[in-house]
């Protein structure tokens, strides 16, 4: 989750210097100003860059991905409007990057058949639906019960969980596997 790990901290870092400072001077201090006032989609495309940088790695793709997993969810989760966020929304932004990068590092696990996945397409759909809504609430409760909000995490903070939510989500898809076998 290595590169997953960094873009979550970035993304952290910002969020909480847009909570702190607000949309317009957090935009600022990335020199991207002039995406200010545009609609939250372009900034998030905008700030991919900063998020997620270009890399080589498997694990940069899967943060990209999940990046642009991520922009794609803002809309259907009424996030719309950049500069009128409020924290609970910030928060929810850092959840489905979150949510995102951990589900798309346990598909590259699968694909590398480091776990596997039931044999109908029924049951393997079923089993996506319930990680995916175990990692949105593991997440969530990470954020909200042991990070305290999105204000006051620090980089350690936000890897520490995401490892921690990918290690209890690996576990879980792997005794799926196993059960499945047996």
């Known amino acids: ?6 873009s979550s901290a970035r993304l952290a870092t910002f969020l909480s210097s847009v909570s702190a400072n607000g949309p317009r001077v957090a935009l600022q201090a ?6 200010a006032g545009r609609p939250i989609d372009e900034i ?6 900063y998020v997620c940088p270009e890399g080589g790695s498997i694990d940069a793709s899967i943060a990209r991905e999940a990046f642009i997993e ?3 969810d803002l809309a259907d989760n009424g996030l ?9 929304q910030l928060q929810t932004i850092l959840e489905l990057y979150a949510t995102h990068a951990i589900e798309a590092r346990l598909c590259n696990d699968i694909g590398s058949k480091t776990v596997s996945l039931p044999s109908s397409v029924a049951d393997a ?16 409760d990470a954020l909200t019960t042991g990070l305290a909000g999105v204000q006051a995490m ?4 936000v890897q520490t969980f995401i490892d921690g939510v990918y290690e209890q989500a690996f576990t879980i898809l792997q005794s799926m596997g196993e059960a499945e076998e047996g």
């Open 30 to 35: 990335l020199n991207l100003g002039t995406l």
């Open 154 to 157: 620090t980089t350690a903070m």
């Open 70 to 72: 991520t922009i794609t």
């Open 44 to 49: 998030f495309i905008g700030m991919m860059d």
């Open 1 to 6: 989750m290595g590169a997953a790990r960094q």
């Open 125 to 140: 759909e079923n089993v996506q639906t319930q990680l995916f809504d175990f990692i949105r609430r593991s997440v969530s």
């Open 80 to 88: 719309t409007d950049f500069d009128t966020l409020n924290t609970a």
